[in-house]
């Protein structure tokens, strides 16, 4: 029974980890696709991501810099998906995190990062024409699990603040071929640094940083079956406010952090053992502002089971 349900479940709790330092880490990002987990099914996942770059964004203007090298981070990742009914699927997930430069005297973070947290609601699904279309909305939060330091960019693990976020995502699925889309809003709390001013566009006198929002917008298509899967997805991230790097100096949690990344995302079911599937991917920064051009590469191993006795 599971094997003929697998194709409802591929990448459950799948992380497109971006881990781009300079960006906002992006938080498990299951809540991208418009598969549902059924009713008193589980998903246990787990996920390794790398992360590494060597030039970056200064503002608009490109460029590596010798006192860092390259800049890389490791992500371990455990998550689960849990079916409340049908349509609507609980989510979690845990990120620890480490970051390392090759050059320089910065020595790297390793902690854990946010606890991350998502309800995916499908609010509608109906055949039209010949196909699927499904409407989901997904209400997501994420707080700090460590007092790890945000003010340490480009190798502090995240950025210390309190996020929710809402998403619309659609999906219209023919045959084994689909096409989805969705858009994100980020609403982020202030953070808190350690020291007592700093300077943005002006200097402030307190060691409160205020946050600014984000969206989040992405398109995708691929192909779907039972057994095998393949996504190609074409990300853009804004941040809705900040400043940009200035020359020569680091930067800071609060600057205007833009990225267009484009990926693909692997996954395949194993017949003989039912439940278990393995996903890869990865996705490469093709433009930003005030982040690094990143390339990341993940791999996951699932398994998704009863949690009840089934007849």
Same mark, same amino acid.
């Given at each position: 029974?599971?094997?003929?349900?697998?194709?409802?479940?591929?990448?459950?709790?799948?992380?497109?980890?971006?881990?781009?330092?300079?960006?906002?880490?992006?938080?498990?990002?299951?809540?991208?696709?418009?598969?549902?987990?059924?009713?008193?099914?589980?998903?246990?996942?787990?996920?390794?991501?790398?992360?590494?770059?060597?030039?970056?964004?200064?503002?608009?203007?490109?460029?590596?810099?010798l006192n860092l090298g390259t800049v890389s981070s490791n992500v371990y990742s455990l998550g689960g998906n849990y079916g409340l009914s049908n349509r609507i699927n609980l989510l979690f997930m845990v990120p620890y995190v480490t970051t390392n430069a090759t050059a320089g005297t910065l020595r790297g973070e390793h902690n854990f990062q946010d606890?991350?947290?998502?309800?995916?609601?499908?609010a509608l699904k109906e055949e039209i024409g010949r196909g699927l279309f499904s409407l989901h909305a997904i209400l997501s939060g994420s707080i700090p699990l460590s007092n790890y330091e945000a003010d340490y960019l480009p190798l502090s693990i995240g950025l210390h603040s309190k996020n929710v976020a809402l998403r619309a995502l659609l999906n219209y699925q023919t045959g084994r071929?689909?096409?989805?889309?969705?858009?994100?809003?980020?609403?982020?709390?202030?953070?808190?640094i350690d020291r007592n001013s700093y300077y943005t566009t002006e200097l402030h006198?307190?060691?409160?940083?205020?946050?600014? *929002?984000? &969206?989040?917008?992405? %398109?995708?298509?691929? /192909?779907?079956?039972?057994?095998?899967?393949a996504e190609a997805v074409l990300t853009k991230v804004t941040t809705l406010g900040?400043?940009?790097?200035?020359?020569?100096?680091?930067?800071?949690?609060?600057?205007?952090m *833009?990225? &267009?990344?484009?990926? %693909?995302?692997?996954? /395949?079911?194993?017949?003989?053992?039912?439940?278990?599937?393995?996903?890869?991917?990865?996705n490469y920064v093709l433009s930003g502002r005030n982040v690094g051009q990143t390339r990341t590469f993940y791999g996951?191993?699932?398994?998704?089971?009863?949690t009840k006795k089934e007849k």
């Open positions: 029974m599971i094997e003929n349900l697998s194709k409802l479940f591929c990448r459950c709790c799948l992380v497109i980890a971006f881990c781009l330092v300079l960006l906002p880490f992006a938080r498990a990002q299951t809540d991208a696709d418009a598969l549902m987990i059924p009713k008193n099914y589980f998903c246990a996942a787990g996920i390794y991501t790398h992360s590494s770059w060597d030039h970056y964004w200064e503002g608009t203007f490109k460029r590596d810099n606890l991350s947290a998502s309800i995916k609601w499908m071929f689909f096409v989805a889309g969705a858009g994100q809003y980020i609403r982020r709390s202030n953070i808190t006198y307190t060691n409160e940083v205020e946050m600014p *929002n984000m &969206t989040n917008f992405f %398109v995708s298509s691929g /192909y779907r079956s039972l057994k095998f899967n900040g400043f940009d790097i200035r020359k020569n100096d680091m930067p800071f949690p609060s600057n205007k *833009n990225s &267009t990344l484009a990926g %693909v995302i692997l996954k /395949y079911s194993l017949q003989s053992i039912s439940g278990l599937e393995f996903t890869a991917g990865g996951g191993v699932y398994y998704v089971f009863s």
